[in-house]
């Protein structure tokens, strides 16, 4: 191909890929304002027996490890008198409604010593966790509920690398960008 014809093709795949990751950085911009948390649920036992059981959840804002968010919709129920709190009420729902999609849709980890096993979940999830119903049944004396949240779960650790590069990639242009944006 002689050169004069390469010259505008190179113009035009240069302007076509900015304007491809200008477009895929566009919902990272949109949730800068949100929070979003790391999650972890463990389940410890020890011979065939649940001994105990862990939600963890730290920020995350620039974890690079999650694969796609979804919107997951997820219904419940826990126990509980209708003379609980609404508070108290509100954050079991939440950390129910978590420990449940975790263990649905989580990366799901496994590690034994001798008798003992621990059952990890992991995955990325932006706040807030929207409780759409919360209904109290006199009959059975429990809150049913249904809850919606934005979740990833943690890519596999071979996919790691590839992400972080992406993440790099992406936070490099998202720089550049800003510079004419000020």
Same mark, same amino acid.
């Given at each position: 191909?002689? @050169? ?11 302007? %076509? &890929? ?6 895929? /950085?566009?919902? #990272?911009? #949109?949730?800068?304002?949100? @929070? ?9 036992? &020890? !011979? ?9 959840? /730290?920020?995350?804002?620039?974890? $690079?490890?999650?694969? *796609?968010?979804? =919107?997951?919709?997820? /219904?419940?129920?826990? &126990? ?9 009420? +509100? @954050?079991?729902? +939440? ?8 263990? !649905?849709?989580?990366? !799901?980890? %496994? *590690? ?9 979940? @992991? ?16 009959? +059975? ?6 809850? =919606?949240?934005? $979740? &990833? ?12 590069? *992406?993440? !790099? ?14």
């Amino acid at each position: 191909m002689p @050169e004069n014809y390469n010259f505008p093709f190179v113009y035009i795949l240069a302007a %076509v &890929s900015l304007f491809i990751m200008i477009s895929s /950085t566009a919902p #990272a911009a #949109a949730y800068e304002g949100i @929070e979003t948390y790391y999650t972890r649920y463990d389940i410890k036992s &020890s !011979k065939n027996q649940i001994v105990t059981d862990n939600l963890l959840m /730290t920020p995350a804002k620039n974890d $690079f490890r999650a694969e *796609k968010f979804s =919107q997951i919709f997820i /219904t419940g129920v826990i &126990s509980a008198t209708s003379e609980e709190s609404g508070v108290s009420t +509100r @954050e079991r729902i +939440r950390n129910d409604s978590l420990k449940r999609i975790l263990v !649905k849709n989580g990366l !799901k980890s %496994v *590690k034994t010593k001798d008798l003992d096993t621990v059952i990890s979940y @992991e995955g990325i999830i932006i706040t807030p966790v929207n409780v759409i119903e919360q209904r109290y049944d006199n009959a +059975r004396n429990n809150y049913i509920y249904k809850v =919606q949240i934005e $979740f &990833s779960p943690v890519a596999f650790p071979d996919r790691w690398e590839t992400l972080h590069m *992406k993440y !790099k990639i992406k936070r490099i242009f998202s720089d550049f960008l800003d510079l004419f944006r000020e």
